[in-house]
T-cell receptor
């Protein structure tokens, strides 16, 4: 079964530092996403990416966040200057079609702790 | 407005029993999806039901959708201890994003 792979699984960073979360989506998927889940809260949409550009983003996805597909396989989320409230589980996902018409495949997540 | 609210928030049953979880939403949708999350792990897609469908089955899972009531239910039949997890509904109503509910924590006791 194809998987979405995320690295690292855990990351601890100092407040104000930059972090890059990495994802390898499923190879024939065209749509890529980042979601986050603060402990005990709902899974929240951050951004979707298609055809090498952002197609949608939420209010959470402000100027401190950016995404990139630097090559044909990786999809990254950069948080420029981390804050304590950025501590969360970050999930990458990919899908064959838009609207999640066949469902999304999520990675196992990166647990980010900002101290 | 909140979208995709599940109830109950927590459910505890014995192995072999059926588990029913409900999801309500507020806006029109393209599709509704159910995901499972084991503690501290990723989300696993279980089943998707489109707005023009009323019922769907996959193995021991049965999902219904009532667009007039803006609600969906997930039934797990003959539950097993391994079904213990959190279950989330998520709606797609425009574009590509999913809006998740708060989830139902299911505990299946052996």
């Amino acid at each position: 079964e194809p998987e979405v792979t995320q690295t690292p699984s855990h990351q601890v960073t100092q407040m104000g530092q930059e972090v890059i979360l990495r994802c390898v989506p499923i190879s024939n998927h065209l749509y890529f996403y980042w979601y986050r889940q603060i402990l005990g809260q709902k899974v929240e949409f951050l951004v979707s990416f298609y055809n090498n550009e952002i197609s949608e983003k939420s209010e959470i996805f402000d100027d401190q966040f950016s995404v990139e597909r630097p090559d044909g396989s990786n999809f990254t989320l950069k948080i420029r200057s981390t804050k304590l409230e950025d501590s969360a589980m970050y999930f990458c996902a990919s899908s064959e079609s838009g609207g999640g018409g066949y469902g999304y495949t999520f990675g196992s997540g990166t647990r980010l702790t900002v101290v | 407005s909140q979208q995709g609210e599940e109830d109950p928030q927590a459910l505890s049953i014995q192995e072999g029993e059926n588990a029913t979880m409900n999801c309500s939403y507020k806006t029109s949708i393209n599709n509704l999806q159910w995901y499972r999350q084991n503690s501290g792990r990723g989300l696993v897609h279980l089943i998707l039901i489109r707005s023009n469908e009323r019922e769907k089955h996959s193995g021991r899972l049965r999902v219904t959708l009532d667009t007039s009531k803006k609600s969906s239910s997930l039934l797990i039949t003959a539950s097993r201890a391994a079904d213990t997890a959190s279950y989330f509904c998520a709606t797609n109503n425009a574009g590509n994003m999913l809006t998740f509910g708060g989830g139902t924590r299911l505990m299946v006791k052996p």
